[in-house]
T-cell receptor
Framework: AQKVTQAQTEISVVEKEDVTLDCVYETRDTTYYLFWYKQPPSGELVFLIRRNSFDEQNEISGRYSWNFQKSTSSFNFTITASQVVDSAVYFC??????????????FGTGTQLKVEL | DAGITQSPRHKVTETGTPVTLRCHQTENHRYMYWYRQDPGHGLRLIHYSYGVKDTDKGEVSDGYSVSRSKTEDFLLTLESATSSQTSVYFCAIKGQGGNEQYFGPGTRLTVT
């Protein structure tokens, strides 16, 4: 069975601070995808990034960066110089095998990030 | 914008009544999904579809049924709603490029 753990329920930071959201996963699949989604107060779910199990390169997109480490089964998300608009719930998710299985997503319970002035 | 709409967006119903939620997509995606979101649980898969009339169960399928008679519509039915089914329901499609999923705006269902 697949499992995603986001141990941080809620994080509060002051604007311009850097913040890292942790994600640890469990799977028996040798090939899989990992994802991050953002859910702002308005409620929609916004796709941020996809990473496949073959690619351990870190990725940077503007103020966002992701650190994928298969050795520790972690896929952490860092926001640099946080802004109030980053306040949201962030979900980490894991999909089942590439072929067959329906590509179902298993989500973590989410981390509520609050960025204050 | 993945062209996904959900209806209704809000619904209040009484225990024991049937309820159908609709997900509509405009881009001919093969895979469609229904999730529910509850505090402390994140999102959990209810059912999914991999084509017209092809559906399968997810993690929390008890009390729910689905139908997909045409590519663009995926219906979720609560045969006899219970208070434990009070939740926010999200529909999703699988993106064409990779395994990411794109979500509809959600339906907030309250069962009294």
């Amino acid at each position: 069975a697949q499992k995603v753990t986001q141990a941080q329920t809620e994080i509060s930071v002051v604007e311009k601070e850097d913040v890292t959201l942790d994600c640890v996963y469990e799977t028996r699949d040798t090939t899989y995808y990992l994802f991050w989604y953002k859910q702002p107060p308005s409620g929609e779910l916004v796709f941020l990034i996809r990473r496949n199990s073959f690619d351990e390169q870190n990725e940077i997109s503007g103020r966002y960066s992701w650190n994928f480490q298969k050795s520790t089964s972690s896929f952490n998300f860092t926001i640099t110089a946080s802004q109030v608009v980053d306040s949201a719930v962030y979900f980490c998710a894991l999909s089942d095998s590439f072929t067959g299985g329906g590509n179902k997503l298993t989500f973590g319970t989410g981390t509520q990030l609050k960025v204050e002035l | 914008d993945a062209g996904i709409t959900q209806s209704p967006r809000h619904k209040v119903t009484e225990t024991g009544t049937p309820v159908t939620l609709r997900c509509h997509q405009t881009e001919n995606h093969r895979y469609m999904y229904w999730y529910r979101q509850d505090p402390g649980h994140g999102l959990r898969l209810i059912h999914y579809s991999y084509g017209v009339k092809d559906t399968d169960k997810g993690e929390v399928s008890d009390g729910y049924s689905v139908s997909r008679s045409k590519t663009e519509d995926f219906l979720l039915t609560l045969e006899s709603a219970t208070s434990s089914q009070t939740s926010v329901y999200f529909c999703a499609i699988k993106g064409q490029g990779g395994n990411e999923q794109y979500f509809g705006p959600g339906t907030r269902l309250t069962v009294t």
